[in-house]
């Protein structure tokens, strides 16, 4: 059990802030499995090495992707003043999102469900030691 009243253990874990420049992708229309095909190719890979990945990958999810890495990079070189040339990707990850629920005729009157995906999906990067 944490020490201390419920408040201070949330003031103590949200005065802690990542310092790491990241971008995040809500309500991608993907399915949190098909992006994490992608993800899971260029986790821990060089930036340079991970647009190419994603340049060159047929899936719909990786131009999300790297749009959505590009973003971060901005934002390393523009908030963190970090070069571009040092960085990596330390995490990304996939998180679910709302269903659309959609509603499919089918024969002698019955009704199948459709279940339209979408996820958010987070990008977060580090500089090489």
Not at 35 to 40: G, R
Request: with cysteine; hydrophobic share 40%.
């Amino acid at each position: 059990m944490a020490k201390g009243h419920r408040s201070q253990i949330k003031r103590e874990r949200n005065a802690v802030k990542d310092k790491r420049p990241s971008a995040k992708l809500s309500y991608a229309r993907v399915s949190v499995q098909k992006a994490c095909f992608v993800l899971d190719a260029i986790r821990g890979k060089s930036v340079e090495q991970a647009l190419g990945i994603l340049m060159y990958n047929p899936r719909y999810a990786s131009s999300l992707i790297e749009k959505l890495l590009k973003s971060a990079i901005a934002n390393a070189e523009n908030n963190n003043n970090l070069a571009a040339d040092n960085l990596y990707i330390a995490e990304c990850y996939a998180g679910t999102g709302p269903i659309m629920k959609r509603v499919k005729p089918r024969a002698q009157g019955r009704a199948y469900r459709i279940e339209k995906r979408m996820s958010h999906i987070t990008i977060v990067l580090d500089e090489r030691k």
